[in-house]
């Protein structure tokens, strides 16, 4: 003889029991709302596109940098230019001045008295002269010296041969 579908065996009743009981509970438990927990989802798409940002604001910013560090180098060198400029004008200057009153004012008139606008001149000619050899300090250049030292050597040597040649 069948059973009915309604008799179940005992450990099926009990674990429907449970079931039912946990299903009603729910309506009588409070609820609250769930929230996702921050980094835990994540958008592997959203992701690759923040990580490319980031790097293009990198790049932005190490340019920007750069830019600011080159142009500072470059007014560092100019004013350091313009310093020795007027520093080598205002030494000249001075000895001249210095020279002349150390001999009491007797003897061979000084330039800067006799031609004073040659004596301008040349001082301002050596005074732009420092300035040129101090702009690539900054930079660890000399550009009052040649930088290759074969081409250095030949032109010396080429100019000490035609200065020794008889004619």
Known sequence: MRKPLFVLRKRSRLFLGVVVFLFLMSFFVAQQTVHAVAGVVSDPTHLFATQHQTALDEKERVKKEVKKTAAAQVVDALMGGLFGAFNT??????????????????????????????????????????????????WGINLCEIPDIRINIALKVGLSLQAARPK
């Open 89 to 138: 004008f205002l030494q000249t200057l001075a000895f001249d001045v210095g020279e002349y009153i150390g001999n009491g004012g007797q003897g061979k008139t000084p330039m800067f008295i006799s031609n004073t606008d040659k004596y301008f001149k040349d001082i301002a000619l050596d005074s732009a002269a420092d300035a040129i050899g101090e702009l690539g300090a900054p």
